[in-house]
């Protein structure tokens, strides 16, 4: 690669640092090797001119006259279906108008690569999660996901709100509703280090937008709301956390594993996860009735159940209150409560997006006073 085209790169990770979730550069530069991974020298100019907020092709086209408005369109719905980068389309005026826009690292580029997964770039993002990009991910502590419970571990007499309660979640959804595999166990599998917890693959929801995005491109198959309450009934059985998008309305639920989901495996490493997930329970251990079978200890994904002196204790700086340890509990010794201060969730998608930039700017102007 000549320096011309590396300066391309830089510019563009320099580019994709301002979005809302950055793309900060490391020392080793493997986040340099993840765009060249994805992008020509020509794609890579190209997402230069893209930013956060959609703009139409026409616009577009005035940043980019080496190109005809034809072959334009043509170079960014190729970007768009190799996932590189976001795509709308809107009726004004009986026409079909596009718009582009930039798309995350994640949740955006990697989750697009599904049907393009190689090892080499699974292990690069792995890499730089380690290296720079969980930092940027938990730097405003407003995720872009969040944990609700699973059904039926929160006691009756506990309200949830419904931005908790996954069958209300899927009942207001919004249609279509579209599933994927899931892209980290796809890629674990793909290094030969399958799930441990779980033999589901097809396992990742979105919806509305998102969803059509997913058929689109031939990521996800359309399903029912019947279907999709079946496959997430399977994903609490196998003790798996349930993560919608961090809003009321979510684009999305992640269903996910401490052994290969990108977030939880590398939150895992720290020593207090649990200040960077949005969740509104915890779980904690009546000593009386606990036999001390270590069944939660083996369910939780977030390594925050131990069995000492043969009961169980639950420490509160990893527990997330996913719920995963609640139903199996032999002795019923082990349950969810709600937490004193409830957070609630932005209304959509563009609101929590839209919250990270305004933290990010509170922060970096506390950092030059």
């Known amino acids: 690669m000549d320096k011309d085209n590396l300066g391309i790169y830089r510019k563009l990770q320099q580019h994709l640092d ?53 072959e334009l369109v043509q170079k960014l719905d190729e970007m768009y279906f190799n996932g590189l980068i976001n795509r709308g389309v809107r009726k004004e005026n009986d026409e079909e108008v ?40 938990n730097k405003t502590k407003i995720p872009q996901i969040r944990t609700i419970p699973i ?20 009942e207001i959804i919004g249609g279509p509703i579209a599933v994927a595999h899931c892209i980290c166990r796809t890629g674990t599998d793909l290094i030969g280090e399958p799930c441990k917890k779980t033999d589901l693959r097809e396992s990742c929801f979105s919806f509305r937008t998102a969803a ?23 994903a609490q059985e196998d003790g798996l956390v349930l993560q919608p998008g961090n809003s009321q309305r979510p684009m999305n639920i992640c269903t996910c594993c401490g052994c290969c989901c990108g977030v939880l495996s590398h939150q895992n490493k ?20 606990c036999i001390g079978c270590g069944v939660c200890e083996e369910r939780c994904n977030m ?11 639950v420490n509160l700086a990893r527990c997330i209150g996913c719920g995963a340890c609640v139903p199996t509990c032999t002795s019923e010794a082990i349950k969810l409560y709600r937490k004193e201060e409830n957070i609630i969730p932005p209304k959509n998608t563009v609101a929590t ?16 006073s």
């Open 212 to 234: 059509k995005v997913y058929i689109e491109k031939g990521l996800g198959r359309e399903i029912s709301k019947e279907e999709a309450l079946k496959i997430l009934e399977k």
């Open 151 to 170: 059904e039926k571990t929160v006691e009756h007499e506990q309200a949830i709100a419904s931005y908790d309660d996954l069958r209300q979640v899927i």
């Open 270 to 289: 720290l020593e207090e996860p649990a200040q960077f997930f949005a969740t509104n329970f915890y779980a904690k251990v009546d000593p009386d009735e």
């Open 18 to 70: 301002k979005m809302p979730v950055g793309y900060p550069a490391t020392e080793s530069g493997i986040e340099i090797k993840i765009l060249k991974l994805l992008f020509t020298p020509d794609q890579a100019e190209i997402a230069l001119t893209l930013g956060f907020y959609p703009e139409k092709l026409k616009k577009l086209h005035r940043k980019l006259k080496k190109y005809s408005l034809e």
């Open 98 to 137: 596009k718009y582009y826009a930039s798309a995350p690292l994640a949740i955006g580029m990697f989750e697009y690569q599904l049907n393009r997964l190689t090892p080499e770039f699974f292990k690069a993002v792995e890499d730089y999660f380690d290296q720079g990009f969980l930092d940027e991910f």
């Open 353 to 368: 997006y839209l919250a990270i930039m305004d933290k990010k700017a509170e922060l970096a102007r506390a950092e030059k």
């Open 303 to 313: 390594d925050a159940v131990h069995v000492e002196d043969a009961i169980a204790v």
